[in-house]
């Protein structure tokens, strides 16, 4: 069974940083692209980030490039996402999510909620 | 960037079809395929329906899609309360994953 376990969410400072990471189970990890999606408060589903298999070629939203950066670790089965210079409009719940069958984010994780605010 | 456009809200009795449109506003989007979500309230995203109108496994008949153009189409037959949810359709532009604006179903 597919499992996908985000944490690192929290309360930060505009201005700070914040790494998320998602565990992966239950599948190759090593061989997959990965997504991170983010959900503000009441609204709709935003892309983030994406990396594939060996980490070697990543994309980013518009809104996050040069803030952001996604990387992986397949020793360890984990995805990450570093956020830098976070702004009050980043404040959203993060999702991590799988490409297994050559389908952008057909598995999602639960989410960990990530709040700017001073 | 490009646009994918629902409409904000649909809805429906029990055992109705209700249709959901998605209109993109790129020419990638002609020719690209289109992915629709489920969310149910409270939960993480599902994927409901890959490359315009395929369901994975253990997705009900009842939910079906397609593509003309475009715009494409989501449609829920034989509407059931456990539909209630919210609906997005997403593509690529480029090298971009844009999600719809999204569309909250209610059923009467």
């Known amino acids: 069974e597919v499992q996908l376990v985000e944490s690192g969410g929290g309360l930060v400072q505009p201005g700070g940083s914040l790494r998320l990471s998602c565990a992966a189970s239950g599948f190759t990890f090593s061989s997959y692209w990965m997504y991170w999606v983010r959900q503000a408060p009441g609204k709709g589903l935003v892309w983030v980030s994406r990396i594939n298999s060996d980490g070697s070629t990543t994309g980013y939203a518009d809104s996050v490039k040069g803030r952001f950066t996604i990387s992986r670790d397949n020793a360890k089965n984990t995805l990450y996402l570093q956020m830098n210079s976070l702004r009050a409009e980043d404040t959203a719940v993060y999702y991590c999510?799988?490409?297994?069958?050559?389908?952008?984010?057909?598995?999602w994780g639960q989410g960990t909620l990530v709040t700017v605010s001073s | 960037q490009s646009v994918l456009t629902q409409p904000p809200s649909a809805s429906g009795t029990p055992g109705q079809r209700v249709t959901i449109s998605c209109s993109g506003s790129s020419s990638n989007f002609r020719s690209n395929y289109v992915y629709w979500y489920q969310q149910l309230p409270g939960t993480a995203p599902k994927l409901l329906i890959h490359?315009?109108?395929q369901r994975p496994s253990g997705v009900p008949d009842r939910f079906s899609g397609s593509k003309s153009g475009a715009s494409a189409s989501l449609a829920i037959s034989g509407l059931r309360s456990e539909d209630e949810a919210d609906y997005y359709c997403?593509?690529?532009?480029?090298?971009?994953?844009?999600f719809g604006t999204g569309t909250t179903v209610t059923v009467l």
């Open positions: 997403a593509a690529w532009d480029d090298s971009l994953y844009v």
């Open positions: 490359r315009n109108s």
């Open positions: 999510a799988t490409e297994l069958v050559n389908t952008p984010c057909d598995y």
